[in-house]
Every structure is written in structure tokens, then in C-alpha cells.
């Protein structure tokens, strides 16, 4: 029994032997045979290179050659997952401190109450650009924020008919008042620019807190370091939303898709945290401090209120405007 | 129920464009708007290929995932379909798109893309099959008439396939097997997740 065994496990290993000769072998016969894919371009490996393919096509629209954007997968991923929840957080987080702030705080009151005498803070021009500027910001942010949070918010709510026709509507309304923002971007930037430079006043006003905590009243030029914070945050964050917003506008004027989907990406990011601060920026004008708004409601400002906020820039004005008339009491007096 | 799917057999195709052509016509599209195209890599050069590319109808379809007033929809046979009457042009489903498929007929105008316009695989759109307004806004329902995407109905050489994914991948394999060689289905990891072993 072992030598048959011992046999056959002997033959088998020369069968095997001779099997894998012969495969290793060319064999004359079909040697012809070509292989027309060994130097073909292969789909995984263009793929690995450049994470697109893109080619030649002979119809007129040259822009659809490319073949594959795998990137998109990427663009998704951000549009439907990190772009809400940095939205979110950011929108509803400035919220939340903003109404613990206003509980804790409440509103920053004139401490020597109303002088009865009014100065002027902003000219008509200059509260045309704003309120030109912050309807506009409104229209865009409660449009722009349809797109992203719409459809898992709204949409349940509405149905799909009224969703698609207000969006639509919000679509149009973001193109449009695109071009009046930008302009009024631009104007607040020429128009406030020399008010807005950073000087060493803004380095003690942080340090003391601006004043909102406590009942500390910091001097500042016109504009305090937090108005000026506002201020660069709207020039810069509203040039970039801007810049990428008329590129995703006007699709391959300037990028391809690849530069389209980092614009929608620099737009969205930089539109929810702009959305954030101007929160932050309408509560300390509204609610959120005695006598604050009617500097761009009436554009003028009590006295006494210019002297808690602006100290400096009120002596400025004062000895500009009317040295004799005024006669201004000690800045110490007021703190 | 059938997973329709597309297949384009690279080393068969031969850059005819009669798949366009075909596809212009069966569902008169706009001038500008291509449904399909065919995009040549490497053009002239050793190993160069063709690939005739439209909507893959993907699996979990990213356009249907960014779209912010979701108006795409999967039908049972996996065709990835959307309503023009909902879509706001916005844009979101050509970035999002792997394979460049979603078409507006204004691209470029003033701050107005134009209801999307895409491969529909023959199947129409939520409308009535084969009503007029359907023709009007997606063209021909071939599907609702039994018939296959006319493409790949056209193709001169066989290379485009459309049909259910599984005998499209079994003619591909065994063409594969009698050749001696293939260079896979293009795109199909992409859009199915899953690539057909030659």
C-alpha cells in the first residue's frame, strides 16, 4: 500500500512538473496573440494620478471632457455634512450666547441717562449704504441658509411644490441682490475705511473687555475695536463671498468644476460664520444697548451716550464742530 | 425588478458618436445640451480609448444626496430620474457629479442655469408615461415601451451596453473571456461601487 501511494504521489508531481513547463513556456502555437489593452490607459490607474480623468471630445462644448471628477464625492461630503454642522454650531452657538449674554447682562444702559442734546453719527449717505447693504445681507443669508438647511428643514414642512417655488424665488432674489451688496460692500469700505484702521485705543479696549463686562467704558475714536472687528469682518468676509459667488454665478468664466466646488465651499463657510457675527452685530444694535440704534436710525446720538462709547471721538467732533457752544465736561465726569 | 446600468466596452469603442447623434435625436435636446458625449483620452497617442459617458445612474446618486429642493427620485429599475418642474438650477448636482452629466440649457447667463437637463436612460420623467409633457421637458419614455436606451441600441460596434446590470456585466465577461482582454467598465466603481472581474 505505501509503495502505491509513495507511486502515485511520484506521478502526480511529474504531471504537475510538466503542466507548469509547459504553461511557463510560450507555446509556438499561439504566440500571435496580441494583448491591445497592455498599453492601454487604464481607468483605475488615471484615476490613482490626477483623481479625474479628463480627455478629448469632438462635440463644441470642450468643458465636457472631463471624463470623471471623483472629487465631487468630496463636495458632497462638505455640502451635506460639514457645512451644517459648522452652520449649525456657529449660527445657533452666537445665539446662544447672545440670549445668555442679554439674560445675564441685560441691556447696556445709558448710565448718565439722556442729556437731551443730539450729535450726529451718521449722515444719510452713509445709513442708505447700510441699511442698502444689510436688506440686501438679509435676503442673502435667509436665501443662501434655504440652500443648506432648506431641504431637511423646510421641506418636510411645506411639501415639494411651495418648497421649490420659494426657493426658486430665493434663488433669484440671491443672484440679484447679489450686485447691490457687493456695491454696498465697497462703499463701506471707501466710506468708513479711515475710521476703521487699528491704533493702540483698540488694544486697551480689548484688554478691558469693551465694556460689556462689568460697567467699564473703554475710550474709542468712532469706531471701538469691536465695530471695527464688524467692519472687517463685512469688507473682507463680503468681498470673498462676492468674488466666489459670481464665479459659482457665472460657471466657467473664470474655474472649471474643480474651482467651482472650492468656491462653494469658501462661499458657504464664510457666508454662515458672516451670518453668525452680524447676529452678534444686530443685537449690540438693537436690543442689546440703550440708545444704539437711532445712530443708524435717525443718525443721530445723545450726547451723553457718544460720551459712555466714543469719549475721543466726541472731544474730535467737539472741537471740530462747536468748540464754544458745547463746552464739554470732563470725560472723567461721565465715567 | 432590473438594475438598469450602462456599459461602455472602451476597446470596442470607435469614437463614432452616433450614440450623441442618437441621443440629440430621439429626444430632440436643445442645441448646446449633450446628454452623452464621447471623450477620447490620451487622443493619438499609443493606448489611447474612447469612453461614451452620460448619466451612470448611480447608486445612492450624489445629485439626488446635494439637491436642496430634492427633486430626484429612483425608479424600481434604478434609473436615476429628476422633476424639471421642481429643479430651481442651482447648480449643486454638476458639482457633485463624478461623471459630468447634469446639463442646463443657459449655462453661462446672467445668475440663470436653467431647469437641469440629463440622461433620463430612455425612462422619461414623473409625468405620464409617454404624454406630451413628458416628451417635451425629458424626451422619449422607450423604457415604458419596452425598449432599451436607444444609444446603445445605435451603437455600431456594440460597445455601448444598457440594460440590467447583471447580463450587461455577463456579455462584458464573456466577451472578455473569448478576446482575451478587456479594460474594464469604465466608471462603473464610481457610480455602482463595484467593478466587473476580467
Redesign the interface.
Known sequence: MGSIGRFSRLAFGAWALLLLLVAAAPAPSSAQ?V??????????Q??QELNR?????????Q????????A??D??EF??VTLRWVGGIAILGVLAVLVIFYLSRGMVRLESGRSGRSIVRFTTFERFVHWMTATCFIILALSGL???F??PLL?PLIG??A??EW??WA??AH??LSFPFTIGVVLIFLMWIAGNIPNKVDIDWIKRGGGLVGHDHPPAYRFNAGQKAIYWIVVIGGGLVAATGYE??????VTG?EG??TA?IVHSIVAVLFVAAMLAHIYIGTIGMEGAFEAMGSGTVDVNWAREHHTLWLEEEMARTRPNDAQPQPATAAE | MARMKFLCDADRCIECNACVTACKNEHEVPWGINRRRVVTINDGKPGERSISMACMHCTDAPCAAVCPVNCFYTTADGVVLHSKDLCIGCGYCFYACPFGAPQYPKVGNFGSRGKMDKCTFCAGGPEADGSKEEYDKYGANRLAEGKLPLCAEMCSTKSLLAGDGEIIAQIYKERVMKRGYGSGAWGWKTAYRETIES
Open positions: 496573440q494583448n491591445p489593452t497592455a498599453s492601454s490607459v487604464k481607468e483605475q488615471l484615476l480623468i479628463q480627455g478629448r471630445v469632438s462635440i463644441p462644448d468643458r465636457s471632457g472631463v471624463l470623471e471628477q471623483p465631487g464625492r463636495w458632497r455640502r451635506n434655504n440652500i443648506t432648506g431641504r421641506l415639494f411644490e418648497f421649490s426657493s426658486q434663488k433669484y443672484n440679484y459659482l454665478m457665472f460657471p466657467f468664466y468644476i467651482m466646488q462653494q
